[in-house]
């Protein structure tokens, strides 16, 4: 069984013994902690270091001069070494090739793809489980909350200095 199988098991049990049904994650780890699950091994400050990197590499956005718009400074590189883990490399993208571009954005798209079926499925699952509720039919196509944003307040050139 994997730790997130454990985990899941875990749950599973904290829900029937206290009879919660939305679980407060920092209570269920006390419950686990008194009962003698293993404390995970902590990471290595290098690897706090390389997460706390990666965190600030992602949350870096600068406002274009000419449109006002904010946009992503660096761009994650996936890829998987020759050993199997999994690489992640930064480009700014003022030094981003094309199909370094390509490659990220494609990467971006296909995680909110998977969100968006993921989402999908349990609007369905849902659905099939409530069938004497109205049933939830969330809108797929994201090209009207896209332009929505776009240009709402803070997003166009006029609202750069606000």
Known sequence: MSRNEQYQALMQLYKSETGNKVVDMEAMADWCIKRGVA??????????????????????YRQDPKTGLSYRANHALRT???????????????????????????NRRQQMVADAVHLKIDEMIWNSRHPN?????????FTEDVEERLNSPGFGPNDAAA
């Open 133 to 141: 509720e109205q049933p939830i039919q969330l809108v797929m196509d």
């Open 39 to 60: 404390l995970p091994k902590p990471k290595s400050a290098r690897d706090l270091l390389v997460a706390q990197l990666s965190d600030a590499a992602r949350a870096e």
């Open 80 to 106: 998987t070494a020759k050993d199997g883990r999994q690489l992640t490399f930064w480009v700014d993208i003022e030094d981003a090739t094309r199909p370094q571009m390509v490659y990220s954005l494609g």
